[in-house]
């Protein structure tokens, strides 16, 4: 799992499946069953990671946590 907070996370994902899918096609390149597998994991998790991120009330878009605790375990620092 990433370090990122999970909206970067998901937008990584995302842009890196469109980026290889886009060159792929614009020089013609055919990509094996194993490539479009792991372009399609990619952008499974990358939709996965924005649901999560922005159907669960207790994590902002930008990974910072509201309760003392976060999903991930991480303490909040601050008050």
């Keep these: 799992m990433s370090d990122l907070a999970p909206i970067p996370s998901a937008r990584m994902n995302l842009e890196q499946a469109r980026e290889r899918l886009l060159a792929a096609a614009a020089f013609g390149e055919q990509l094996t069953p194993d490539q479009l597998e792991s372009l399609a994991r990619k952008v499974a998790e990358g939709l996965r990671l924005y ?21 991930a375990g991480r303490r909040r620092s601050g008050g």
């Design 51 to 71: 649901i999560e991120a922005t159907q669960n009330p207790g994590v902002t878009p930008c990974g910072w946590c509201r309760g003392s605790v976060c999903r």
